[in-house]
């Protein structure tokens, strides 16, 4: 649960970025900017589905116990 909000959030911090970005630069600069953004959500994806990485991404979860009324 905690791999999707976190890529979800990503997801949409970078259509915000990519909505932003000036249109008016070259093509080559553009396929530049592209090719580095798919490399860092290619490390970013490669770090969230790392096993190594399992328990430090999972959240705590608690029992509460309620009083029976």
């Given at each position: 649960?905690?791999?999707?909000?976190?890529?979800?959030?990503?997801?949409?911090?970078?259509?915000?970025?990519?909505?932003?970005?000036?249109?008016?630069?070259?093509?080559?600069?553009?396929?530049?900017?592209?090719?580095?953004?798919?490399?860092d959500l290619q490390l970013l994806l490669e770090k969230v589905k790392n096993p190594e990485n399992l328990k430090l991404s999972r959240m705590h979860t608690f029992n509460f116990y309620m009083p029976k009324v």
């Open positions: 649960m905690y791999k999707i909000q976190l890529l979800s959030c990503i997801a949409l911090t970078l259509a915000l970025v990519a909505n932003g970005a000036p249109t008016s630069s070259s093509t080559g600069n553009t396929m530049k900017e592209v090719k580095s953004l798919l490399l």
